[in-house]
């Protein structure tokens, strides 16, 4: 079994994980974390399937910042966290394990979810392959909560024009996308059906599964569903290297 060490990028914390051997060409995951702060390499089901696949896998710390291309001071000061993915992290990627987009899956959980959607529909040729695990579309309903949203949006309205669903493009869009929300997740589940209905409407291709249920929104879930998670990214992983 490969191992979890913690690493610091730009004086960040991340959880970087390399498998026993290694996929090649080199490929990884990139997850990004919901609001509760958990990475994978508290995940025994998500750590057995990347060792599996020979998939390496980064875990930024983002805080409660939801992933966006704005500032959140719990985060940082100045830059935004998805400015944060692109021009620190993904160097490091490049740098130390010698992979880069397209050969990174975006995986995120909850507000990591929407987060990885919004960057794979941001730039889709570099993230061809995404999935998102309850992804919480709708965060402008948690405005006005005393989280780190009140100060990062002036109104709920502007949080709702920042919604993964308002940023897709129809004719540029990820290729490889997975929807995944246990039915009795009553928060996020109507947003993620909401999404599943644009991209089917628009004529996006995407693969969903909102009727496997194991505990709502969870990690009992999240963890009953890394199977089909991580082969999903890694066979399309592979679809696009052959592509290629």
Partial sequence: MGEWRQVTIDGKRADAFEPARC???????????GHGLITLRESAPFTA????????????????????????????????????????????????????????ALVGVSMGGQGALKLAYR???????????????????????????DEMYPTAEAARQDTATLWIHPLNWPRHQ????????AQWLEGAERLASKLSSTGIPFESDFSTSHGGHTWEYFNHVAPAVIRFASERLERERARV
């Fill in 23 to 33: 996929l090649e060409p080199a490929a990884a995951v990139l997850f990004l974390h």
């Fill in 49 to 104: 399937e990347l060792e599996r696949h020979g998939l390496r896998c980064l875990c930024p710390h983002g805080q409660r910042s939801w992933w966006g291309d704005v500032v959140c001071r719990e985060f940082d000061a100045v830059q935004s966290p998805a400015a944060y993915l692109h021009e620190r992290v993904l160097p490091w990627m490049a740098k130390t394990w010698g992979v880069a987009p397209p050969r990174i």
């Fill in 123 to 149: 730039f889709p040729d570099e993230f061809p392959v995404v999935a998102a695990l309850a992804p919480a579309i709708d965060f402008y309903q948690l405005y006005g909560q005393g989280l780190p949203l």
């Fill in 178 to 185: 997975l929807l995944m929300c246990d039915p009795a997740d």
